[in-house]
T-cell receptor
Framework: GQQVMQIPQYQHVQEGEDFTTYCNSS?????IQWYKQRPGGHPVFLIQ?????EVKKQKRLTFQFGEAKKNSSLHITATQTTDVGTYFC??????????FGSGTRLQVQP | DGGITQSPKYLFRKEGQNVTLSCEQN?????MYWYRQDPGQGLRLIYY???????QKGDIAEGYSVSREKKESFPLTVTSAQKNPTAFYLC??????????????FGPGTRLTVL
């Protein structure tokens, strides 16, 4: 079956520092989605990546999909306290199998 | 005002009792999902439904049951057979079928505590 991994589990940064979380799959993905969950809240969709090597940006957030479509990353430049939360990837193998990564919890120190 | 509603927000039950969590959506979405989230953990899929009167087991279906009699509604029953039911339960919906490149929209969740 599909093996998935999301790292790191937790990261504490000073405001203004950068942050990156990574998702890796043992199988090729048809697409990957990223979600953010604020403390006490529910996951909210951020973006979807479909093409090999795709890079998308949303203000300070940069999302990448690997060339082999087995890994992805979310990078935040110059973190702010509003970035606090847990970031999840949702991996889709295209065979109606959807698996969430375990999440990376981001804490930002003002 | 479209969205997904879950009720109640907090639920307390005694051990050995079945409990049903409500999930309603007015987004006209075909697919609906139930996830369980434990503290500091990711989301694990319990059940999903692609169409009315049809549903599929997810990764951790044991001790749970669902129904999909209406497109808008996908209630989850946590039975007494579920060994560790205390958790945060999230319902989601998406406009297409699972695996069809559609984002999922989540409800606010129900925090179930079994005493």
């Amino acid at each position: 079956g599909q093996q998935v991994m999301q790292i790191p589990q937790y990261q504490h940064v000073q405001e203004g520092e950068d942050f990156t979380t990574y998702c890796n799959s043992s199988t090729t993905l048809s697409n990957i989605q990223w979600y953010k969950q604020r403390p006490g809240g529910h996951p909210v969709f951020l973006i979807q990546l479909v093409k090999s090597g795709e890079v998308k940006k949303q203000k300070r957030l940069t999302f990448q999909f690997g060339e082999a479509k087995k890994n992805s990353s979310l990078h935040i430049t110059a973190t702010q306290t509003t970035d606090v939360g847990t970031y999840f990837c949702l991996m889709d193998t295209g065979r109606r199998a959807l698996t969430f990564g375990s999440g990376t919890r981001l804490q930002v120190q003002p | 005002d479209g969205g997904i509603t879950q009720s109640p927000k907090y639920l307390f039950r005694k051990e050995g009792q079945n409990v049903t969590l409500s999930c309603e959506q007015n987004l006209n979405h075909d697919a609906m999902y139930w996830y369980r989230q434990d503290p500091g953990q990711g989301l694990r899929l319990i059940y999903y439904s692609q169409i009315v009167n049809d549903f599929q087991k997810g990764d951790i279906a044991e001790g749970y049951s669902v129904s999909r009699e209406k497109k808008e509604s996908f209630p989850l029953t946590v039975t007494s057979a579920q060994k560790n039911p205390t958790a945060f339960y999230l319902c989601a919906s998406s406009p297409g079928q699972p695996g069809s490149y559609n984002e999922q929209f989540f409800g606010p969740g129900t925090r179930l505590t079994v005493l």
